[in-house]
């Protein structure tokens, strides 16, 4: 008993003693959750539609074209066109198509399952003058994704079947 009170002292000790030290020496913290900013370069598109979307085809791909109808299951990152700041991305996530902001939806419809496609949205062909969650209004963002799969409305009601 007499070591168990003596190590529960010594752990005390040390645990002043560390954050002793964190007060005299104040670390670089990573705030959380981390917010990377993407560069520059990464900011643009080569092409544009008669809607003002700008689009880069950054890999083909060699499936299907999308409509707007399907579901896409995809790999994306949505930033700041003007700093570069992230505001959200996702791995092998789904969703319709139809259900996005009018500038992925026509995007989307630019790249073959398998491509990875660059889409530059002005803030009229994003969230537009409310913004959204951490997206201020008339914030012009960048959509990078690439379409994983392509789901059609028929695939989707075999699935629901099963």
Known sequence: ????????????A????????AQAQPQPILPVPLQPVVSEAFRTCTHKTPSGLGYQLLRPGKGRLPTP?????????IYS???GEVFDQGVDKTFPIAGLVAGV????????QGGLVRLCLPAALAYGDKGAGP???DTDLVFQAELRQVITRKE???RARR
């Not at 008993?1 to 005390?12: E, K, N, S």
């Not at 109808?69 to 990152?77: E, H």
């Not at 939806?105 to 073959?112: F, I, K, M, R, Y």
Request: hydrophobic share 55%.
């Open 14 to 21: 040390q645990a002043a003693q560390a954050q002793a030290q």
């Open 81 to 83: 066109a003007y700093s």
């Open 135 to 137: 997206i201020p209004p």
């Open 1 to 12: 008993m007499r070591r168990a009170a003596m190590a529960t002292v010594l752990l005390a």
């Open 69 to 77: 109808v399907d579901v896409v299951q995809l790999d994306y990152i």
């Open 105 to 112: 939806t026509e995007g989307l419809q630019l790249a073959p």
């Open 156 to 158: 989707l009601e075999a």
